[in-house]
């Protein structure tokens, strides 16, 4: 069943199953926002095909005249500076899509029955969890904008002063979030 962004299934789609104990079930699966995360890439990528209509304008469009653009790019002298240049704006643009995409999809939050995790990084990677038994506060923080949006900042606060906080960050629906874990963590106790 799937609720919104968040995944409520008992089998792993993006975490391997190795990084789970043979009792612990699965409850949360769930990457930041794409709203935050992609509007920017999607964005990138306009960007990028309109550069690229423009370098290859008289290409496209060779019946259509676009001034300024036209006459830029037929003056024999710099006209494959300005044809370079938007060349290397959709490239600039294409890897600006790249980088956002990649940090998407490398952030991942998962709640079992036992724990919360954070799995950070594709190449490099770093796992940060705590067992639900030591979790004393769920916070949930959301702008109004974020409210709008749809996602918020949980932060998962340990009953230890020595261990850190867990933070997930632009979360989907961070009060069901916040709910399952409340439930989770009552039926521990």
Not at 59 to 64: E, I
Not at 74 to 103: C, E, P, Q, T
């Amino acid at each position: 069943m799937e609720n919104g962004a968040i995944r409520l299934a008992a089998k792993p789609k993006h975490i391997s199953a190795k990084m789970l104990a043979a009792n612990e079930n699965l409850l949360i699966e769930t990457r930041t926002s794409k709203v935050r995360n992609m509007t920017g890439g999607a964005f990138s990528l306009l960007l990028m095909l309109g550069a690229l209509v423009l370098a290859y304008w008289d290409k496209l469009f060779p019946s259509t005249h676009f001034p300024f653009v036209s006459d830029l790019l037929a003056d024999s002298n710099v006209g494959w500076i300005f044809y370079l240049a938007f060349i290397v704006l959709a490239a600039l643009f294409l890897i600006n899509f790249i980088i956002r995409y990649l940090k998407w999809i490398s952030t991942l939050y998962v709640m079992t029955n036992a724990r919360v995790m954070t799995k950070k990084g594709i190449l490099g990677r770093s796992f940060e969890d705590m067992p639900l038994s030591m979790i004393t506060n769920i916070d949930v923080s959301q702008s109004i904008g974020q409210r709008m949006l749809g996602y918020g900042t949980l932060v998962f606060s340990s009953q230890s002063g020595n261990r850190d906080d867990i933070v997930w960050k632009w979360v989907p629906d961070p009060i069901v979030v916040r709910r399952k874990a409340q439930e989770a963590m009552d039926k521990i106790q």
